[in-house]
């Protein structure tokens, strides 16, 4: 018989797994709630009329889309079904899909309870999406995302706030980062200055895989998308720029100062270094004009997290976009936001061993007895035990000693209380220390201050 399995790009997690995890979702809620941000949560699944044409046409594709129930083809023609249009068909019998991020059904929300809500929302989200995309190291096909999004404010302090979250972040799980930032309005000054407006997006799509294909792959991309080699002879001493963060602005001033657009972006990011600098950010921040996010929603401030010490791709991103609930009929609502990728954090700390001990939810002590008797006695001591929030278990069947010590081994319990008719008849239990070996006839008060 074939052993059943799990589909790809998907992951079952153990109980020590889960230990781990948590972790990682604890710590990001619990810097989340430092800052004022609140929790939501949304569907799984949203109409797929909110889902496409939000990002992009690559985008569109990875979306795992769902049949609708019933007989999902009775209302469709022979002629229809003979033409095999699978983008005509998916549209007649699938109306919804799974999310594929937590920004857009974001936005969706913000529009739905736009009269409930105070702004500026400040909301964070820990929840999964799911991307029909090809697996491969670091990149699933279902995986959390923590969001964290500001919207109704167009101050650039929320873009500090997020710098600084994302920095506290890392510094409590102990993760070396480097957080690279651009601003798409330096990347529309790009197009304008090299006279290719329009071309904004295949330029951006394009010089986002920099990193991935080089700048010779990149120059073919952008090439096949019809733009001119004169103007892609212009965009190459931007792609090069280096010196420090100040130095490559100052360089931009020069080369965008036509750009009125161009010289806004400038302007955002000057200020945003100039906050980093006052609140003495300590995570290293590197202007990085390649940094294009593909999405296209994003119009200021975009951010990349990249792991210093493990080759993975970049484990938290965002940005700052004006118009996303425009879509959805609210005009004049800008946010901004990132988004922890939980599943990639969890790969580095796994690499990098560096999870704390305490970080398995155990339980703290095993009663284990020899008869029906011994098992009435031990009852009252682990209700006593949990009311003070010991987590404390009973082994359910009176069996061999030596398979009751193992259970306690294999789940890393770190103590044993044994009871046998001797501790019965003094109202005490043999407290067994499972790392030293130690025993100690025992009281409940005994137990309650050593496991407490």
């Keep these: 018989m074939q052993k059943p399995s799990i589909p790809k790009g998907t992951r079952d997690f153990t109980p020590r797994e889960m230990a781990n995890r948590n972790?990682?979702?604890?710590?990001?809620?619990?810097?989340?709630?430092?800052?004022?941000?609140?929790?939501?949560?949304?569907?799984?699944?949203?109409?797929l009329s909110t889902l496409m044409g939000k990002y992009g046409e690559e985008g569109d594709k990875l979306l795992f889309k769902i049949l609708n129930s019933g007989d999902y083809l009775s209302g469709l023609s022979d002629?229809?079904?003979?033409?095999?249009?699978?983008?005509?068909?998916?549209?007649?019998?699938?109306?919804?899909?799974?999310?594929?991020?937590?920004?857009?059904?974001?936005?969706r929300f913000?529009?739905?309870?736009?009269?409930?809500?105070?702004?500026?929302?400040?909301?964070?989200?820990?929840?999964?999406?799911?991307?029909?995309?090809?697996?491969?190291?670091?990149?699933?096909?279902?995986?959390?995302?923590?969001?964290?999004?500001?919207?109704?404010?167009?101050?650039?302090?929320?873009?500090?706030?997020?710098?600084?979250?994302?920095?506290e972040v890392y510094r409590r799980l102990k993760i070396n980062v480097c957080l690279k930032i651009n601003n798409r309005k330096?990347?529309?000054?790009?197009?304008?200055?090299?006279?290719?407006?329009?071309?904004?997006?295949?330029?951006?799509?394009?010089?986002?895989?920099?990193?991935?294909?080089?700048?010779?792959?990149?120059?073919?991309?952008?090439?096949?998308?019809?733009?001119?080699?004169?103007?892609?002879?212009?965009?190459?001493?931007?792609?090069?720029?280096?010196?420090?963060n100040l130095e490559k602005l100052q360089q931009l001033k020069v080369?965008?100062?036509?750009?009125?657009?161009?010289?806004?972006?400038?302007?955002?990011?000057?200020?945003i270094f100039g906050l980093c600098d006052a609140m003495k950010v300590k995570t290293q921040i590197e202007l990085d004009l390649t940094l294009a996010r593909g999405l296209n929603y994003y119009t200021g401030a975009i951010f990349e997290v990249k792991a210093l010490d493990v080759e993975i791709g970049s484990i938290?991103?965002?940005?700052?976009?004006?118009?996303?609930?425009?879509?959805?009929?609210?005009?004049?609502?800008?946010?901004?936001?990132?988004?922890?990728g939980a599943d990639r954090i969890y790969d580095v700390l796994n690499q990098l061993n560096l999870y704390p001990e305490t970080s398995v939810e155990q339980t703290k002590i095993l009663f284990v007895s020899f008869g029906e008797q011994e098992l009435l006695y031990c009852l009252p001591w682990l209700t006593a035990l949990r009311a003070k929030g010991i987590n404390a278990e009973i082994y359910p069947e009176p069996t061999k000693m030596k398979k009751q010590m193992g259970y306690a081994d294999n789940k890393r319990i770190p103590f044993v209380a044994i009871v046998g008719e001797t501790e019965m008849n003094e109202g005490k239990v043999m407290l067994k220390n499972m790392v030293s070996g130690e025993q100690v006839l025992s009281t409940l008060e005994d137990l309650i201050e050593q496991l407490g």
């Design 23 to 47: 972790y990682i979702f604890n710590t990001i809620k619990e810097v989340f709630c430092l800052y004022g941000f609140q929790q939501i949560e949304t569907p799984a699944m949203e109409n």
């Design 79 to 107: 002629e229809e079904l003979q033409g095999r249009n699978s983008a005509k068909l998916t549209s007649k019998f699938s109306e919804k899909g799974l999310r594929y991020d937590l920004t857009v059904p974001f936005a």
């Design 110 to 167: 913000v529009v739905q309870h736009q009269n409930e809500i105070t702004f500026p929302f400040k909301r964070y989200q820990i929840q999964p999406v799911w991307r029909a995309d090809r697996p491969q190291k670091g990149r699933y096909r279902e995986f959390y995302q923590c969001d964290v999004d500001v919207v109704g404010s167009d101050s650039l302090l929320n873009e500090l706030e997020l710098i600084q979250i994302v920095d």
């Design 186 to 244: 330096i990347l529309s000054g790009i197009a304008e200055i090299i006279g290719e407006s329009e071309k904004i997006t295949d330029i951006t799509v394009a010089i986002d895989k920099m990193d991935k294909i080089g700048l010779e792959k990149v120059n073919e991309e952008i090439a096949s998308k019809g733009i001119s080699a004169d103007a892609i002879a212009k965009l190459q001493p931007i792609l090069l720029l280096s010196g420090t």
């Design 255 to 271: 080369v965008l100062a036509a750009s009125e657009v161009g010289m806004k972006g400038i302007a955002e990011m000057e200020t």
């Design 316 to 340: 938290t991103g965002g940005g700052r976009y004006d118009n996303l609930t425009g879509v959805f009929g609210l005009q004049g609502v800008s946010g901004v936001g990132i988004s922890f």
